[in-house]
């Protein structure tokens, strides 16, 4: 298994980072946009996230990543829905299988986002 992001098994950093998202991107809950979390290039549900995901949960709330469709946001790092949106959607997504491509792709848009 890949090593895991802290939001991923730290509660604390990941509402820290969920809060970051909707101060600054406007992170909320979508009302029928097509620019969801779910079909985003920044969405993260290859098998290793979705442990990390799975392993960081109490146990009683494991079940919350079959139902509510959960992934992980490499933008602002914190796991998130697919029926949410933000405003720094990027096309291309959920991604389901990470490649040297999908990782190149993430880290160039994270820099341009940081200048």
């Given amino acids: 298994m890949m090593e895991c992001p ?21 992170y909320a809950e979508a009302e029928d946009d097509e620019y969801k979390c779910g079909n985003c290039a920044r969405f993260i549900q ?40 933000c405003d720094r959607w990027l096309s291309g997504g959920p991604v389901k299988g990470m490649t040297e491509k999908h990782k190149i792709m993430l880290k160039m848009a994270r820099m341009m986002e940081e200048e």
Avoid at 6 to 21: F, L, W
Avoid at 71 to 84: N, P
């Fill in 46 to 85: 290859t098998p290793d996230m979705i442990e990390c995901i799975v392993a960081g949960l109490p146990e009683e709330m494991q079940d919350i990543v079959d139902d509510d469709d959960i992934g992980y946001c490499a933008r602002f790092d914190f796991r998130c829905s697919e029926d949410y949106v």
């Fill in 6 to 26: 802290i939001a991923t098994q730290d509660q604390k950093a990941n509402d820290r980072n969920k809060s970051e998202a909707e101060s600054k991107a406007s």
